[in-house]
């Protein structure tokens, strides 16, 4: 009798510890993991095919850089977008038919003014519109989440290191920095930074690769353009010193000495990141630019000397680009901090939000310094007071977009790796999962001195490519590595093929594909890497992908 009760007991015990054990972290058929725009439509997908899914956001919001000023999308080929990512941008152009969308200007007057930018800004054949405001895309994001069901997540980050638990090849859990743990049949890597990929173990390369790893033209170490002016003589170069004409001073800050490096070699540079900035020159909805109060007067002393060389270098495309978008505001682009991303990719938390602080500065430091530095034109500097942040944006975080524009990051090495063959179609990659649809393009990695003295950019190529297919085994890893894990982001890829492929709209295919993918594996109990292409690709035409280029 004494022993019945003590079994009991026991077992109860035991039933009572399993049943702590489970309820210290949440199941979920799939856990897509990063909150930017392939997170939001891998989460919609995998909602609306019916699973129980979780989206974690490392921030308050959702869809990444499209929904932090990233609003003049590159959409060269509208044919070629296709799913989620064209019903994305049906969605705003249904929004903006809308009269009471149009706050302080004209919509027929407005499109008029950019047809010959951004792609024309919008289809009207197909209702799709890719140019918007932000917080008008986040609204969107966040409405097609709750219609699909998806249970969102927002601040909580991965623990960097003791995050990942793998049994065997297959992540069963997670944890966040706050002890939250999320386990789920599918994992999908949907960062800009693929901390999930690295930490489960899998393969991955940053930086750039030789020109002779995958027998390319455009990777590794590349001389660009002296920074200065034309004269009859020639071009004269902007002086990189500290103190002009004195090598002892040493160099302007995030400038190097690089002159012996053989181009088209290997190195960890990063091609530069970027704050998207909404401006506006509405001032019932404008506020002041203000000097930063990190402000360093040495990080613009490349451009003061260049305007002095060259006084009638516009403000416009040649220091920065102010894009149009609805409602008098801006997509201001070209405020990249040259060289100072370097070790992003590989840092902990806190050295990245040092860099984020960095670019931050930056950005407001450069629009500020063009706007009030008396070695600045006064036709620069009155041109740029009239503009200001737009009060009606990133409400929560002064007005500053949430998310520093990670241009690239880590990139997968799975069993197939897009390559500059993929881009220029001499090479077509098997088992598409959407198509690419722009060129060759990487912004400047550095800021060098040659062995003539000439102060030189580094590192950008811009080359026309045809529409080309992704594969999916390019986002998914090797099986030995992991085998419910998803990666449509840091997909694998040279780093020249990752300049054409890193475009938001081709994130959203991809996420969706990366879904699609992730639901098959679990209804078939099959690796992701064992899903039946000719099932996925059946299902992914079914839902609107486009798979094949025109």
Not at 208 to 222: A, I, L, P, V
Request: net charge negative; proline share 4%; glycine share 6%.
């Amino acid at each position: 009798m004494f022993r019945l009760k003590t079994s009991r007991f026991r077992n109860s015990i035991f039933v009572a510890l399993i049943f702590l054990s489970l309820s210290t972290y949440a199941q979920y058929d799939i856990c897509v993991y990063g909150e930017t725009s392939a997170g939001v439509t891998a989460a919609v997908q995998a909602g609306r095919m019916g699973k129980n899914v979780v989206l974690i956001s490392n921030t308050n919001h959702v869809g990444g850089t499209t929904t932090s000023g990233l609003t003049a999308t590159d959409i060269n080929s509208h044919l070629s977008i296709g799913g989620l990512s064209r019903e994305f941008y049906q969605r705003i152009y249904q929004y903006y038919l809308h009269p009471a969308a149009w706050k302080n200007q004209d919509r027929e007057e407005y499109f008029e003014s950019i047809v010959k930018r951004v792609f024309q800004g919008k289809r009207d054949s197909l209702s799709m519109q890719w140019v918007y405001e932000s917080h008008v895309a986040e609204d969107i994001m966040r409405t097609m989440l709750l219609e699909a069901g998806v249970k969102v997540v927002f601040n909580q980050r991965l623990d960097l290191d003791n995050g990942v638990f793998k049994n065997g090849k297959s992540i069963e859990r997670i944890k966040m920095e706050s002890g939250e743990e999320y386990t789920a049949q599918v994992f999908i890597d949907a960062t800009y930074e693929g901390d999930l990929m690295a930490r489960a173990g899998v393969s991955y390369a940053y930086g750039r690769d030789s020109n002779k790893d995958f027998n390319e033209t455009y990777n590794g170490f590349r001389m660009n353009d002296i920074i200065g002016v034309q004269s009859e003589s020639g071009e004269i170069s902007v002086d990189p010193y500290l103190r002009e004409g004195d090598p002892s001073s040493g160099l302007l800050p995030f400038i190097e000495n690089n002159p012996d490096i053989k181009p088209g070699s290997a190195d960890k540079r990063m091609q530069s990141y970027c704050y998207r900035l909404t401006l506006t020159d509405d001032p019932n909805n404008m506020l002041p630019i203000e000097k930063p109060e990190n402000y360093n007067p040495l990080w613009y002393e490349v451009q003061a000397r260049q305007l002095e060389l060259d006084p009638n270098i516009p403000l416009r495309k040649k220091l920065i680009t102010l894009t149009p978008m609805p409602n008098r505001k801006t997509d201001t682009n070209h405020l990249d901090f040259v060289g100072a991303n370097y070790d992003y990719t590989e840092g902990d938390y806190e050295t990245r939000e040092k860099i984020a602080q960095m670019h931050k500065d930056y950005a407001l430091g450069k629009l500020w310094f063009l706007g009030n530095d008396p070695r600045v034109p006064e036709n620069i500097r009155e041109e740029m007071q009239n503009w200001g942040l737009a009060k009606d944006e990133f409400i929560d975080n002064g007005n500053f977009p949430h998310q520093l524009y990670v241009r690239e990051a880590r990139r997968m090495m799975s069993d197939y790796v897009m390559t500059e063959h993929n881009c220029t179609g001499n090479e077509i990659a098997p088992e598409s999962v959407g198509l690419a649809t722009y060129w060759l393009d990487c912004h400047y990695v550095s800021t060098v001195v040659d062995e003539k003295g000439q102060l030189r950019r580094e590192g950008t190529y811009w080359m026309g490519t045809p529409n080309y297919p992704i594969s999916y085994q390019s986002i998914r890893p090797k099986k030995k590595e992991c085998d419910n894990l998803l990666v449509p982001v840091c997909l694998s890829a040279s780093h020249v093929a990752f300049g054409s492929i890193r475009m938001e709209p081709v994130y959203m295919v991809l996420g969706q594909s990366a879904a699609t993918a992730a639901v098959l594996s679990i209804e078939n109990g099959q690796s992701v890497q064992d899903v039946p292409y000719e099932q996925l690709e059946e299902r992914l035409i079914q839902d609107g992908q486009i798979l094949r280029r025109d």
